[in-house]
């Protein structure tokens, strides 16, 4: 099978690094298969799912000037409607605001209420604060010279 964006291809691991591993493909090319396109799951140490002489199955993503880019996980055949653990949806948000994303949502109070017990809440902390600041500077008269 020749050397394709898009095929599979069996290889073998001829080195180890950091970010991936080189594969030798058929034709005597090699190219990098990267530390993210290794596995299905985070890729931490990358000896841990390969070693220099493994014969592996990858797919060709890219070639450019000459760099192949590889993929292990987007060789591996999975079932339809298998989705991989990086493409599921996250669940659905429960919280308060699930009815206002539908263009459902009904104010439970007016805003003529709400603007009312904002007054009222404001006024209430503006005494609380003049009461505090006044008992700091020693009673109504400020301060005496």
């Known amino acids: 099978m020749s050397i394709q ?3 599979k291809v069996q290889g073998k691991v001829t080195g180890i690094t950091n970010f991936g591993a080189f594969v030798e493909l058929p034709e005597g090319k090699t190219g990098l298969v990267h530390i993210s396109e290794v596995a299905n ?3 931490k140490d ?3 799912h390969l070693k220099v002489g493994d014969e592996v199955e ?3 993503l890219s070639e450019k000037d000459g760099k192949i880019a590889l993929s292990i996980k987007k060789a591996i055949e999975r079932p339809e409607g298998e989705a991989s653990s990086f ?7 429960q919280g308060r605001f699930d009815n206002r994303s539908k263009g ?3 104010p439970t109070e007016s805003f003529e209420d709400k603007m009312a017990r904002f007054l009222k809440v404001s006024e209430e902390n503006l005494s609380s604060l003049k009461r505090n600041t006044e008992t700091k500077r020693g009673g109504r008269g400020g301060r005496r010279g």
């Open 41 to 43: 799951s985070y890729v």
């Open 46 to 48: 990358i000896n841990e």
């Open 104 to 106: 459902n949502f009904k």
């Open 87 to 93: 493409t599921k949806r996250p669940p659905q948000r």
């Open 58 to 60: 990858v797919k060709i």
């Open 5 to 7: 964006v898009g095929n």
